[in-house]
């Protein structure tokens, strides 16, 4: 599974940017997608997953309400921000997890820039 993230940008809080990630490659026992942020001085952290199966999705507490995941038919996630907060300023990475039963392999993008302004 190949990954590749794009939408990041400068924006001013308040306001909205949509990240996008092309998925590539074979999605055999692929069973959730989502997307992870890691801003400065941070360890890593999930900010939304979406399951395959079901398109059930969950968010970190500090986006719920502001943040939608999502998916076409195709082979595009999307994360929509909206009104966004300087707190949210980090690299964003879409993600992808393949099943195997008693392991997961998780498959990463390459990141993309999310700056807020206040």
């Known amino acids: 599974v190949q990954l590749q993230a794009s939408g990041g940008g400068l924006v001013q809080a308040g306001g909205s940017l949509r990240l996008s990630c092309v998925i590539s490659g074979s999605l055999f026992n692929v069973d959730a997608m989502g997307w992870y942020r890691q801003g400065p001085g941070k360890q890593r952290e999930m900010v939304a997953i979406?399951?395959?199966?079901?398109?059930?999705t969950n968010y970190t507490t500090p986006v719920k309400g502001r943040f939608t995941i999502s998916r076409d038919n195709g082979n595009h996630l999307y994360l929509q921000m909206n009104s966004l907060k300087p707190e949210d300023t980090a690299v964003y990475y879409c993600?992808?997890?393949?099943?195997?039963?008693?392991?997961?392999?998780?498959?990463w993008g390459q990141g993309t820039q999310v700056t807020v302004s206040s």
């Open positions: 979406l399951s395959t199966d079901s398109d059930s």
């Open positions: 993600y992808a997890r393949r099943n195997w039963g008693n392991w997961n392999t998780a498959f």
